[in-house]
């Protein structure tokens, strides 16, 4: 069954690094998300991205934030400069159709610790 | 404005009890979705309701929506220790130009055997 992955599992950086977290979104879907979830709390939306460009963003993506689809199959976050706060499990999704028409499916998440 | 807001925030039965988690929402809405995501995990689509229906079932899953009260309901039958899990509904909000899923604090279940 089509999955949507995600590396890497955890990464653990110092305050003011950059991060890059990766996700290969299923193959045939062309509508891609990221979410974040602090342990324990919501799962909050981030950012959409279809037709290469962001559809949408929340007032958490910041310009510290960017997405991009490097080639055909990766969709990456980037953090450009890791504040403590940003410690959490940062989740990819993808859809096949627009958000009104169906589910997303998740990847498993990459843990982000920042120290 | 937050969306999909649970009730409860958790939830302990015993298994083979029913299980009944509530959403409520603040504006008007296309569908609403329940996922559920075992702990450290990523969320599983289980059911999604549109806008112009009130009820939904899959297996052991029932969903209502009442969109006058904007609310709804995720009950599971006959439960199991293996449902153990957090629930969280999502609503995907009617407005122009793009388009997000926002999801609620979820309800976290708790089945014991």
């Known amino acids: 069954e089509p999955e949507v992955t995600q590396t890497p599992s955890h990464q653990v950086t110092q305050m003011g690094q950059e991060v890059i977290l990766r996700c290969v979104p299923i193959s045939n879907h062309l509508y891609f998300y990221w979410y974040r979830q602090i342990l324990g709390q919501k799962v909050e939306f981030l950012v959409s991205?279809?037709?290469?460009?962001?559809?949408?963003k929340s007032e958490i993506f910041d310009d510290q934030f960017s997405v991009e689809r490097p080639d055909g199959s990766n969709f990456t976050l980037k953090i450009r400069s890791t504040k403590l706060e940003d410690s959490a499990m940062y989740f990819c999704?993808?859809?096949?159709?627009?958000?009104?028409?169906?589910?997303?499916?998740f990847g498993e998440g990459s843990r982000l610790t920042v120290l | 404005s937050q969306q999909g807001e649970e009730d409860p925030q958790a939830l302990s039965i015993q298994e083979g009890e029913n299980a009944t988690m509530n959403c409520s929402y603040k504006t008007s809405i296309n569908n609403l979705q329940w996922y559920r995501q075992n702990s450290g995990r990523g969320l599983v689509h289980l059911i999604l309701i549109r806008s112009n229906e009130r009820e939904k079932h899959s297996g052991r899953l029932r969903v209502t929506l009442d969109t006058s009260k904007k609310s709804s309901s995720l009950l599971i039958t006959a439960s199991r220790a293996a449902d153990t899990a957090s629930y969280f509904c999502?609503?995907?909000?009617?407005?122009?130009?793009?388009?997000?899923?926002?999801f609620g604090a979820g309800t976290r279940l708790f089945v014991k055997a």
């Open positions: 999704a993808s859809s096949e159709g627009q958000w009104n028409t169906g589910e997303l499916f």
């Open positions: 999502a609503t995907d909000q009617d407005y122009t130009g793009g388009f997000k899923t926002i």
């Open positions: 991205f279809y037709n290469n460009e962001i559809s949408e």
